[in-house]
Every structure is written in structure tokens, then in C-alpha cells.
């Protein structure tokens, strides 16, 4: 089996059906939280590499 950039698109695809799945059922407050996490992960990991 190859993989590369199929393998890749196939993971963002599921990926985003399974966020669409999710927005449908969870609360609103849930994805500013979610969305506060991924910030402050993305800070410390901005922080660290540079």
C-alpha cells in the first residue's frame, strides 16, 4: 500500500466529518474550551521550538 499524500487527505477527511459530527451533538461551550486548550498548547509549543 503507498502512502504520502492520499494517506494524508484520507486523514483529513475523517478528521473533519468526525468535527462536523461533534459540532452537531456537543455543546457550543465545549469548542471554546477545546478551543482554548489548542491555543495555550500552541503558545507553549510556539514558545519552545523558537
Same mark, same amino acid.
Given at each position: 500500500?503507498?502512502?504520502?499524500?492520499?494517506?494524508? !487527505?484520507?486523514?483529513?477527511? &475523517?478528521? =473533519?466529518? $468526525? &468535527?462536523?459530527? $461533534?459540532?452537531?451533538? !456537543?455543546?457550543? =461551550?465545549? #469548542? #471554546?474550551? &477545546? !478551543?482554548?486548550?489548542? !491555543?495555550?498548547?500552541?503558545? &507553549? #509549543?510556539?514558545?519552545?521550538?523558537?
Amino acid at each position: 500500500m503507498r502512502r504520502g499524500r492520499h494517506c494524508m !487527505l484520507g486523514f483529513v477527511a &475523517i478528521s =473533519a466529518g $468526525l &468535527i462536523i459530527i $461533534l459540532s452537531l451533538v !456537543l455543546p457550543s =461551550a465545549f #469548542w #471554546w474550551f &477545546i !478551543l482554548a486548550v489548542l !491555543l495555550i498548547g500552541f503558545g &507553549i #509549543w510556539y514558545i519552545r521550538c523558537c
